[in-house]
């Protein structure tokens, strides 16, 4: 028997990111375990582990094998973390004290609150101990399969438009299919909060409506690292740094995050793009390259063939692309912002930094750049869209100076 073997079982990992928190937390080797049903059930009755973490669909499913629960695995009725001592099988639930740590670190406040939970799985469960813990004034679970104390959608419109706070405990939103989200937020009037304990895509489409609001908005990264810091806890059977948390959130979110660059055309985003990708170690892609790469035409001959509205269509499908990828650097046409969409996607894994140029120093007359025939089209669109290049902008590099200069001060915002 290996007595020194940790790692994650479930049913599908292949996305799952517990192994290099894992191993930033602990000096061991984290092994990502699929199984099958037929799998788990032998896996189990083996016990050749020291110590494994538990996710989608077996937290349940593990309870039976387990010789004792510590008491927030019994009361949620569900196990994420086994440790094996003399023999015997412990469990323990950390998403309970991983998804506490994010209600405190975001200041939601839960007391006397109305709080909606949208999935009534194993995840759920934990989450609406924390919820009942924090003192909710009522807590309405809304699934799509009814029963087991919760409703539906439907009756979710019709009764609880008034709740102040929304956790998804689904996987809707989950990669690849990020363009869902569980619940339209507009018709809640009374939303505070909106958290989501899925994690890839870094922002989901939930979240991201929720920032867009003005509302608290958080994705489900800072519960997973905390969970497993927990989980590390009971592994090795001591106390770990609570700052070790934040320190290997803030890593992973760094590295996994896309540097998106928006601007006009001639702005230097592919010039910029290109340094910082060298700088961070980033893979550099311009969006216009894989549009000419994906039709097998240039730029200005999709123009010619479909006018504006065609090419916009294509850059639409190749920003929901470039939005599902990690740790990019990438460069978008001038006019990716002129629709929402883009944008949307590709915050939803990507920051954006606006290469402002000043309008004197933009090269009015480009035959790879359809809308920039002359100075004053230039001039016309300049001022069509400094505005939206701003408001999507969560950094602005000036790119007034020399080159070393102004890279020099993009890769301080980026660190």
């Known amino acids: 028997m290996n007595m020194k073997r940790y790692g994650l079982i479930g049913e599908k990992l292949s996305h799952s990111f517990s192994k290099e928190i894992h191993e930033a937390l602990a000096d061991y080797t984290y092994d990502l375990i699929p199984l099958t049903k037929e799998e788990f059930q032998s896996f189990m009755e083996k016990k050749d582990f020291s110590a494994i973490n538990v996710t989608i669909p077996y937290k349940k499913d593990v309870i039976p094998y387990l010789d004792e629960l510590d008491e927030a695995a019994r009361k949620i009725g569900a196990v994420n973390t086994i440790v094996q001592r003399d023999g015997k099988l412990l469990g323990f639930n950390t998403d309970y004290t991983g998804f506490l740590y994010m209600v405190k670190k975001h200041g939601v406040q839960m007391k006397e609150k109305k709080v909606l939970i949208l999935g009534n799985g194993g995840a759920s469960a934990a989450i609406q101990a924390v919820t009942a813990h924090e003192q909710a004034k009522t807590m309405i679970i809304v699934d799509v399969i009814t029963g087991n ?94 700052d070790l948390i934040d320190q290997i959130y803030q890593k992973i979110s760094n590295e996994r995050s896309n540097i998106v660059l928006i601007g006009m055309p001639s702005a230097g985003k592919t010039t910029f793009g290109q340094l910082i990708a060298k700088q961070t170690g980033k893979e550099f892609i311009d969006m216009d390259d894989v549009i000419v790469e994906k039709t097998g035409m240039t730029i200005p001959d999709l123009f010619k063939m479909g006018g504006e509205a065609y090419f916009r269509s ?102």
């Open 314 to 415: 294509i850059e639409t499908e190749a920003a929901i692309a470039l939005s599902k990828l990690n740790g990019k650097v990438i460069a978008t046409g001038g006019g990716t912002i002129k629709y929402k969409v883009n944008m949307d996607f590709l915050k939803q894994n990507g920051v954006v930094f606006f290469i402002d140029r000043p309008l004197e120093q933009l090269i009015s007359s480009d035959e790879n750049r359809p809308l920039s025939s002359s100075q004053e089209a230039v001039n016309q669109m300049y001022q069509e869209r400094i505005n939206l290049y701003r408001t999507y902008a969560d950094h602005i590099i000036e790119n007034d100076q020399d080159i070393d200069t102004c890279l020099q001060k993009a890769m301080e915002k980026i660190k």
């Open 149 to 242: 104390g919760a409703i539906s959608y439907e009756e979710c419109f019709e009764h609880h438009l008034d709740a102040q706070i929304i956790i998804n405990t689904s996987p809707v939103g989950m990669y690849p299919k990020t363009s869902y989200s569980p619940i339209d937020l507009s018709l809640f009037h009374q939303l505070e909060a909106v958290m989501d304990v899925v994690y890839n895509p870094l922002t989901t489409k939930l979240v991201l409506d929720a920032k867009q609001r003005g509302l608290i908005g958080v994705n489900g990264l800072e519960m997973l690292v905390a969970q497993a810091k927990y989980a590390v806890e009971h592994f090795l059977n001591k106390s770990l740094d609570e």
